[in-house]
């Protein structure tokens, strides 16, 4: 089963097993996403990012998808050479 750090856990977050997925509002206008399993290692950005945002459109309104602004696709081994994942870790303050 995936851990989700924030937000729910249902059916379909228990699909994917060794997933991570972790979000938060960075303002009012911003809601930023990161997601790492392991799957992702063997996808193409483009595939992972396809196969996401067919996830979340089938499963929220237009503007709730309008407001997500960082959608961060990666395997556990990219989570220290990416810096927005280090952004996540370690957010800077938004001014709105």
């Known amino acids: 089963m995936a851990t989700i750090v924030r937000g729910k856990n249902d059916e ?14 960075q303002n009012t206008a911003s ?3 990161r997601i790492a399993d392991q ?3 063997k996808m193409s950005k483009g595939k992972r990012h396809d196969l996401a945002w067919d996830f979340l459109a089938a499963r929220l309104d237009e503007d709730t998808m ?30 709105f």
């Open 39 to 41: 799957r992702f290692a």
């Open 12 to 25: 379909y977050v228990k699909e994917h097993p060794g997933a991570k997925a972790e979000l938060y509002r």
């Open 66 to 95: 309008q407001e997500i602004s960082v959608l961060l696709l990666i395997s556990p081994t990219e989570l220290d050479s990416s810096f927005m994942s280090f952004e996540f870790d370690h957010p800077v303050k938004s001014g």
């Open 31 to 33: 809601i930023r996403i």
